[in-house]
Protein backbone atom coordinates (compact mmCIF):
# COMPACT_ATOMS: atom_id res chain seq x y z
CA UNK A 1 0.00 0.00 0.00
CA UNK A 2 0.76 3.54 -0.11
CA UNK A 3 3.61 4.99 2.46
CA UNK A 4 3.72 8.30 4.26
CA UNK A 5 6.73 9.35 5.94
CA UNK A 6 7.38 11.69 8.41
CA UNK A 7 10.71 13.26 9.63
CA UNK A 8 11.90 13.35 12.68
CA UNK A 9 10.16 10.73 14.04
CA UNK A 10 10.75 12.40 17.65
CA UNK A 11 12.80 16.18 18.39
CA UNK A 12 13.49 17.60 21.57
CA UNK A 13 13.63 21.64 21.97
CA UNK A 14 14.57 24.14 23.92
CA UNK A 15 11.29 27.10 24.44
CA UNK A 16 11.80 29.96 21.55
CA UNK A 17 13.04 27.60 18.79
CA UNK A 18 11.46 26.40 15.87
CA UNK A 19 11.19 23.01 14.66
CA UNK A 20 10.25 21.76 11.31
CA UNK A 21 8.32 18.68 11.02
CA UNK A 22 8.70 16.80 7.24
CA UNK A 23 5.58 14.71 5.92
CA UNK A 24 6.34 12.59 2.19
CA UNK A 25 4.28 10.55 0.26
CA UNK A 26 7.04 8.13 -1.18
CA UNK A 27 4.93 5.99 -3.57
CA UNK A 28 2.09 8.46 -4.85
CA UNK A 29 1.00 11.94 -5.57
CA UNK A 30 -0.77 13.84 -2.77
CA UNK A 31 -2.35 17.57 -3.94
CA UNK A 32 -4.12 17.85 -0.10
CA UNK A 33 -2.11 16.43 3.40
CA UNK A 34 -3.67 16.75 6.86
CA UNK A 35 -1.75 17.44 9.82
CA UNK A 36 -3.11 16.50 13.23
CA UNK A 37 -2.09 17.26 16.71
CA UNK A 38 -2.42 14.39 19.55
CA UNK A 39 -2.20 14.98 23.28
CA UNK A 40 -1.60 12.38 25.56
CA UNK A 41 -4.72 10.31 25.75
CA UNK A 42 -6.74 12.35 24.01
CA UNK A 43 -7.56 11.71 20.01
CA UNK A 44 -6.34 13.10 17.04
CA UNK A 45 -7.47 16.73 16.50
CA UNK A 46 -7.26 17.95 13.51
CA UNK A 47 -4.78 21.38 12.86
CA UNK A 48 -4.73 22.29 9.17
CA UNK A 49 -5.38 21.29 5.50
CA UNK A 50 -2.45 21.47 3.34
CA UNK A 51 -2.65 22.14 -0.35
CA UNK A 52 0.12 22.21 -2.77
CA UNK A 53 0.72 25.40 -4.57
CA UNK A 54 -1.63 27.20 -2.39
CA UNK A 55 -2.07 28.55 1.21
CA UNK A 56 -3.37 25.57 4.23
CA UNK A 57 -6.91 26.17 5.76
CA UNK A 58 -6.46 26.15 9.50
CA UNK A 59 -9.26 24.92 11.99
CA UNK A 60 -10.55 27.48 14.34
CA UNK A 61 -8.03 27.89 17.04
CA UNK A 62 -5.10 27.14 15.38
CA UNK A 63 -2.79 29.56 14.76
CA UNK A 64 -1.30 30.57 10.96
CA UNK A 65 1.34 32.34 12.25
CA UNK A 66 2.51 29.93 15.12
CA UNK A 67 2.12 26.93 12.70
CA UNK A 68 3.29 27.09 9.20
CA UNK A 69 2.65 24.85 6.77
CA UNK A 70 4.08 24.75 3.21
CA UNK A 71 2.87 22.33 0.77
CA UNK A 72 5.78 23.26 -2.40
CA UNK A 73 5.14 19.69 -3.91
CA UNK A 74 3.20 16.74 -4.69
CA UNK A 75 5.04 14.58 -1.94
CA UNK A 76 5.80 17.08 0.49
CA UNK A 77 4.53 19.42 2.80
CA UNK A 78 5.74 20.96 6.27
CA UNK A 79 5.20 21.76 9.49
CA UNK A 80 7.29 24.24 11.27
CA UNK A 81 6.19 25.06 15.05
CA UNK A 82 7.53 28.44 15.49
CA UNK A 83 8.54 30.05 19.33
CA UNK A 84 7.81 26.38 20.69
CA UNK A 85 6.79 26.51 24.07
CA UNK A 86 6.04 23.42 26.00
CA UNK A 87 2.34 23.61 25.64
CA UNK A 88 3.00 22.36 22.17
CA UNK A 89 4.33 19.23 23.58
CA UNK A 90 2.76 16.60 21.08
CA UNK A 91 2.67 14.05 19.15
CA UNK A 92 2.26 15.49 15.37
CA UNK A 93 0.21 13.35 12.40
CA UNK A 94 0.23 13.65 9.34
CA UNK A 95 -2.28 11.96 7.06
CA UNK A 96 -2.61 12.13 2.69
CA UNK A 97 -5.30 10.93 0.16
CA UNK A 98 -3.91 9.93 -2.87
CA UNK A 99 -4.90 12.77 -5.50
CA UNK A 100 -7.29 11.40 -7.57
CA UNK A 101 -8.03 8.38 -5.20
CA UNK A 102 -11.18 8.08 -2.98
CA UNK A 103 -11.26 10.55 -0.37
CA UNK A 104 -11.56 8.07 1.96
CA UNK A 105 -7.82 6.25 1.24
CA UNK A 106 -6.20 7.94 3.65
CA UNK A 107 -2.32 6.95 4.83
CA UNK A 108 -0.99 8.47 7.85
CA UNK A 109 2.66 8.98 8.66
CA UNK A 110 4.18 7.22 11.31
CA UNK A 111 4.02 10.18 13.28
CA UNK A 112 6.39 12.85 15.24
CA UNK A 113 6.93 13.52 18.50
CA UNK A 114 7.96 17.21 20.14
CA UNK A 115 9.16 17.70 23.42
CA UNK A 116 9.67 21.33 24.29
CA UNK A 117 11.71 21.80 27.20
CA UNK B 1 -21.93 18.20 21.69
CA UNK B 2 -18.89 16.24 20.57
CA UNK B 3 -19.05 14.89 17.08
CA UNK B 4 -18.01 11.72 17.52
CA UNK B 5 -18.52 9.76 20.76
CA UNK B 6 -16.56 6.80 22.32
CA UNK B 7 -16.46 4.96 26.09
CA UNK B 8 -13.11 5.69 26.57
CA UNK B 9 -12.80 2.77 28.57
CA UNK B 10 -10.97 1.10 29.27
CA UNK B 11 -12.34 -2.18 27.97
CA UNK B 12 -11.18 -5.32 29.35
CA UNK B 13 -11.80 -9.03 28.27
CA UNK B 14 -10.28 -12.04 28.60
CA UNK B 15 -8.20 -13.54 25.82
CA UNK B 16 -10.99 -15.68 23.03
CA UNK B 17 -13.58 -13.02 24.36
CA UNK B 18 -15.84 -10.95 22.12
CA UNK B 19 -14.64 -7.59 22.13
CA UNK B 20 -17.52 -4.61 21.29
CA UNK B 21 -16.54 -1.00 20.77
CA UNK B 22 -19.47 1.84 20.41
CA UNK B 23 -19.68 5.08 18.51
CA UNK B 24 -22.34 7.90 17.94
CA UNK B 25 -22.07 10.63 15.65
CA UNK B 26 -24.40 13.83 15.79
CA UNK B 27 -23.88 14.74 12.07
CA UNK B 28 -26.87 13.19 9.79
CA UNK B 29 -24.94 13.88 6.51
CA UNK B 30 -22.02 11.92 7.46
CA UNK B 31 -21.32 9.10 4.85
CA UNK B 32 -18.01 7.27 5.41
CA UNK B 33 -17.11 5.58 8.78
CA UNK B 34 -14.05 3.95 9.30
CA UNK B 35 -12.34 2.20 12.88
CA UNK B 36 -8.69 2.93 13.46
CA UNK B 37 -6.46 1.03 16.16
CA UNK B 38 -3.55 2.66 17.24
CA UNK B 39 -0.82 1.24 19.59
CA UNK B 40 0.81 3.92 22.19
CA UNK B 41 3.14 5.99 20.82
CA UNK B 42 2.36 5.31 17.24
CA UNK B 43 0.25 6.87 14.46
CA UNK B 44 -2.99 4.98 13.55
CA UNK B 45 -3.77 1.95 11.46
CA UNK B 46 -6.78 0.97 9.30
CA UNK B 47 -8.87 -1.60 10.78
CA UNK B 48 -12.36 -1.12 8.69
CA UNK B 49 -14.58 0.96 6.70
CA UNK B 50 -18.50 1.12 6.21
CA UNK B 51 -20.43 3.12 4.05
CA UNK B 52 -23.52 1.70 4.24
CA UNK B 53 -26.16 0.43 6.94
CA UNK B 54 -25.76 -3.54 8.02
CA UNK B 55 -22.68 -5.24 8.96
CA UNK B 56 -19.59 -5.81 7.13
CA UNK B 57 -16.93 -8.88 8.09
CA UNK B 58 -13.47 -8.92 7.86
CA UNK B 59 -11.98 -11.33 9.23
CA UNK B 60 -12.16 -11.31 13.10
CA UNK B 61 -13.60 -7.80 13.15
CA UNK B 62 -17.16 -7.13 12.15
CA UNK B 63 -18.28 -3.36 11.95
CA UNK B 64 -21.99 -2.43 12.18
CA UNK B 65 -23.67 0.77 11.13
CA UNK B 66 -27.00 2.16 11.61
CA UNK B 67 -27.64 5.68 10.13
CA UNK B 68 -30.78 6.31 11.40
CA UNK B 69 -29.73 5.35 15.26
CA UNK B 70 -26.45 7.13 13.75
CA UNK B 71 -24.29 4.57 15.53
CA UNK B 72 -21.67 2.76 14.56
CA UNK B 73 -19.71 0.05 16.32
CA UNK B 74 -16.88 -2.66 15.78
CA UNK B 75 -16.90 -6.13 17.10
CA UNK B 76 -13.49 -8.49 17.56
CA UNK B 77 -14.21 -11.76 17.65
CA UNK B 78 -12.17 -14.34 19.05
CA UNK B 79 -9.89 -11.49 20.79
CA UNK B 80 -5.85 -11.73 21.63
CA UNK B 81 -3.16 -9.88 23.58
CA UNK B 82 -2.16 -8.50 20.64
CA UNK B 83 -5.44 -6.93 19.58
CA UNK B 84 -4.69 -4.42 23.06
CA UNK B 85 -4.70 -0.97 21.52
CA UNK B 86 -6.54 2.03 21.50
CA UNK B 87 -9.58 2.03 19.05
CA UNK B 88 -10.41 5.04 17.34
CA UNK B 89 -13.88 5.84 15.26
CA UNK B 90 -13.68 8.63 13.01
CA UNK B 91 -16.38 10.07 10.42
CA UNK B 92 -16.66 11.63 7.16
CA UNK B 93 -18.69 14.36 6.54
CA UNK B 94 -20.13 15.50 3.47
CA UNK B 95 -17.61 16.73 0.63
CA UNK B 96 -14.71 16.99 3.44
CA UNK B 97 -11.89 14.87 2.50
CA UNK B 98 -10.88 15.04 6.60
CA UNK B 99 -11.62 12.47 9.40
CA UNK B 100 -12.94 13.75 12.25
CA UNK B 101 -12.02 11.56 15.06
CA UNK B 102 -13.44 10.04 18.65
CA UNK B 103 -11.38 10.18 21.71
CA UNK B 104 -11.16 6.57 21.12
CA UNK B 105 -11.25 3.50 23.29
CA UNK B 106 -8.73 1.68 24.93
CA UNK B 107 -9.42 -2.38 25.01
CA UNK B 108 -7.23 -4.69 27.14
CA UNK B 109 -7.22 -8.39 25.61
CA UNK B 110 -5.88 -10.40 29.22
CA UNK B 111 -4.56 -13.74 28.74
Known amino acids: GAVVSQHPSWVICKSGTSVKIECRSLDFQATTMFWYRQFPKQSLMLMATSNEGSKATYEQGVEKDKFLINHASLTLSTLTVTSAHPEDSSFYIC?????????????FGPGTRLTVL | QKEVEQNSGPLSVPEGAIASLNCTYSDRGSQSFFWYRQYSGKSPELIMSIYSNGDKEDGRFTAQLNKASQYVSLLIRDSQPSDSATYLC???????????FGSGTQLTVLP
Open chain 2, 90 to 100: AVRTGSARQLT
Open chain 1, 95 to 107: SAPISGGAPDTQY
